[in-house]
Structure formats: structure tokens, C-alpha cells
């Protein structure tokens, strides 16, 4: 019963191709991240909705696009990949009323070839 | 330069040694999060705190808001304590978000 699960675990694909990333959280939260883990191990918040509405978006590129289907889930869509976007992805979770304790997921290690 | 710095970036102890890992921000913040990311690439929430101390176990977070620095304390250290330690500044408000830092790699050794 993870609290915030993530798939796939782990993406290759090619550049040029368009993936999803899923993430689940069965916390009852009704705030959810997306964060990128550059290879320098450096983590940088993307996208955070609540209650399905997206409030933050971090100048990331609109071949990016999140998708909150309901408060429990928050995919990530990514269109023409490209070498760059090789990273680990880590979905999070949070109740609006204490955003400060988040729970993060497994984390989707993509590599684009 | 990076709105929330750690230090040091690697270090490497004994078992049983009492670790320190400093971090300092730049910004005004609501909230200091420590992180723990083990090697497998899981991340865990370890403290969350906006003023004074908290300690869970052996691990001992506080806050100088003032002086906008933060240490996270690690006593009688264990190899299952290696792991990258992150920090992140909270900005609060409805556009609540996280800065990192860049992580301190931490490497006990039996």
C-alpha cells in the first residue's frame, strides 16, 4: 500500500518520441508535485497542482504538460523528448493545509537516447 | 549562486562520529525541509521546521531564522545514515514551493 507510486519506474526511449509519466498518491492529499533530479543530483520543483488546478509552473518547456484526471493522480506528458530531459522525475504530494510535509514517490528515471 | 547553499558537499566519517551538515538561504522563507535520499533514490521527509529545534531519534534539525541558517546534527552516526542530505527552502502562501539545495553526500564508515 505505497503512499505515492510512480510509473514506470524506469524510461529509455528515443529522442523525438512522446512519453507519460503516471503518479498516484492514496494519501487523501489534494496537492501534487512533479520535481526533476538533474545528474548532479540537483532537484527542481516543475509543476504543483491542487484540487486539479495547476499554481505553479517553473518556466518549464511547453513540451511538458501535466494532467491532473482527479485529486489523486498527476501525469506527466512529455512531447519530442530530448537528450535534456534525461533526469529522474519524482511526483509529491501534499494536504493544502500543512504543504510543508510533502511525500515523494519512488521517482521515474528517464534516459533519452 | 544558489538561493540555498549546503555544506559541506561530501563528507566522510567514522562510525559513532557526531556529523554536522550546515545550510544557508537567501530568501524569506515559511518553512526549512531536511531531506534524506538513500542510495536507491528514494527521498524522505525528515524534518520540517519554521523556528528553534526538533529531534527524532538521533538526528537533531534547528533554525536560526534571523541568521537564515539551518544545521541538521547526526549523533553517534551508523553506515545506514550514508545517504545524500537535502535541504530545501519553503516559500509558503497558495504558490507554496521548495528550493533545494544541492545535497550534502554523506559516507559512514564501519
Known amino acids: 500500500d505505497t503512499a505515492v507510486s510512480q510509473t514506470p519506474k524506469y524510461l529509455v526511449t528515443q529522442m523525438g518520441n512522446d512519453k507519460s509519466i503516471k503518479c498516484e498518491q492514496n494519501l487523501g492529499h489534494d496537492t501534487m508535485y512533479w520535481y526533476k533530479q538533474d545528474s548532479k543530483k540537483f532537484l527542481k520543483i516543475m509543476f504543483s497542482?491542487?484540487?486539479?488546478?495547476?499554481?505553479i509552473n517553473e518556466t518549464v518547456p511547453n513540451r511538458f504538460s501535466p494532467k491532473s484526471p482527479d485529486k489523486a493522480h498527476l501525469n506527466l506528458h512529455i512531447n519530442s523528448l530530448e537528450l535534456g530531459d534525461s533526469a529522474v522525475y519524482f511526483c509529491?504530494?501534499?494536504?493544502?493545509?500543512?504543504?510543508?510535509?510533502?511525500?515523494f514517490g519512488p521517482g521515474t528515471r528517464l534516459t533519452v537516447t | 549562486k544558489n538561493e540555498v547553499e549546503q555544506s559541506p558537499q561530501n563528507l566522510t566519517a567514522q562510525e559513532g562520529e557526531f556529523i554536522t551538515i550546515n545550510c544557508s538561504y537567501s530568501v524569506g522563507i515559511s518553512a526549512l525541509h531536511w531531506l534524506q535520499q538513500h542510495p536507491g533514490g528514494g527521498i524522505v521527509s525528515l524534518f520540517m521546521l519554521s523556528s528553534g529545534k526538533k529531534k527524532h531519534g538521533r538526528l537533531i534539525a534547528t533554525i536560526n531564522i534571523q541568521e537564515k541558517h539551518s544545521s541538521l546534527h547526526i549523533t553517534a552516526s551508523h553506515p545506514r545514515d550514508s545517504a545524500v542530505y537535502i535541504c530545501a527552502a519553503a516559500r509558503g502562501g497558495s504558490n507554496y514551493k521548495l528550493t533545494f539545495g544541492k545535497g550534502t553526500l554523506l559516507t559512514v564508515n564501519p
Open positions: 497542482y491542487n484540487n486539479k488546478e495547476l499554481i
Open positions: 509529491a504530494s501534499s494536504r493544502s493545509g500543512n504543504p510543508y510535509e510533502q511525500y
